[in-house]
């Protein structure tokens, strides 16, 4: 197979972290005989401190004639105090909407030799495997109006769901619990919010498209307490955009660390597939970050961008047996580092 891929390190340890994913997916490539081009561009931070838009049109035009989007991270504290859309994060949003990108799969699962590396009890983590299904392009994060006063006294935002947004989305988590335990949790704050009585209302319509899925609607603050208390009870959540911000955010922490998540963005454009832990400017630098999540969101380019699912689970088989023999990075409680992390992992990709 021959694919184009874009590379946006970003900021902060992206650029650590897409090295890391870089290096295996042309482990991959060697191994199967494929032929993936990269071509990196800049993004977010790295591009305001060249003078540039955050999302410069070089970087959309690649992305758009991608096959797929590879992105570290995106975030540099510099540049909070700026206009909303003068700020690196306007890129990822701006990107996720040209490209039509609406579904965002985020998965957190106890790999092997972490079950005790989160704050749970093993016996209560068990063998948790969720996927939550984070609706991307709809919600506050998009709505209009917004703004604030000019005497920075108020501030608004606007919360707005279509029945076509909630229904594709639906969609897309039942179509992926079919290939699980054929089970979705919608989540909703429906006792308080008119957006969410009509997310059930049109969660319960697809539903009955998908006969062979179990369906359970639940509040978006029951969802937080059972993740914490019984994480091994989900299977797929499915929900709007903030709650999906901070739910994936909360799996990955009862999974043991922020660095384990991946995350995959698709929809009408080229798939968008990056780490979920952000920029970590604190971290930025010193070799420390943790690759698995960027190694791990390249696994999921090579499902679901290139279709190449046996390559897909060589990649993350390769990291299943890293984890196993304590090759750890800091946040894991190991002595490893980033690079030698990665270097692990592509050691057991290379045949």
């Known amino acids: 197979m021959r694919s184009r891929i874009v590379l946006l390190p970003g900021d902060g340890i992206g650029p650590e972290v897409t090295a890391a994913a870089q290096a295996a997916l042309a482990a991959v490539a060697r191994r199967f005989d494929h032929q993936f081009t990269f071509d990196t561009h800049l993004i977010g931070g790295a591009a305001l401190r060249r003078d540039l838009p955050p999302l410069p049109s070089d970087t959309m035009a690649a992305c758009a004639a991608a096959d ?82 000019d005497d920075g006294g108020s501030a608004w935002n606007t919360m707005r769901y279509s029945r076509e947004e909630i229904a594709r989305i639906a969609r897309v988590a039942f179509t992926a619990a079919r290939a699980r335990q054929s089970r979705v949790t919608s989540v909703d704050k429906m006792n308080v919010l008119e957006t969410s009585r009509l997310w059930r209302t049109v969660v319960g319509e697809v539903a009955a498209e998908f006969p062979d899925v179990k369906v359970e609607h639940m509040l978006v603050d029951s969802c937080a307490m059972r993740i914490t208390l019984a994480p091994a009870s989900f299977d797929v959540i499915v929900t709007e955009n903030m709650f999906g911000d901070i739910l994936s955010d909360e799996a990955g922490a009862v999974v043991g660390s922020l660095g384990l998540l991946p995350s995959a963005s698709l929809g009408d454009g080229p798939g968008l597939f990056e780490p979920v832990h952000g920029s970590a400017p604190d971290i930025a630098g010193r070799d420390i970050a943790n690759p698995i999540g960027a190694v791990l969101s390249a696994a999921m380019l090579l499902r679901y961008a290139l279709k190449l699912e046996q390559e897909a689970l060589v990649m993350e088989s390769a990291v299943a047996r890293v984890t196993v023999s304590g090759e750890l990075t800091r946040d894991l409680g190991g002595p490893a580092s980033c690079s030698t992390m990665a270097r692990a992992i592509v050691s057991q990709i290379e045949p």
């Open 68 to 149: 797929a989007i590879l992105l570290g991270a995106v975030g540099a504290p510099e540049f909070d105090s700026r206009p909303p859309a003068q700020r690196p994060e306007s890129a990822l949003l701006q990107l996720r909407q040209r490209l039509g990108l609406y579904a965002n799969l985020r998965p957190a699962k106890v790999w092997p030799g972490l079950e005790a590396a989160g704050p749970l009890k093993p016996e209560v983590l068990g063998r948790t495997d969720m996927l939550v299904v984070r609706e991307l392009t709809g919600g506050l994060y998009y709505g209009e109006p917004r703004g604030m006063a």
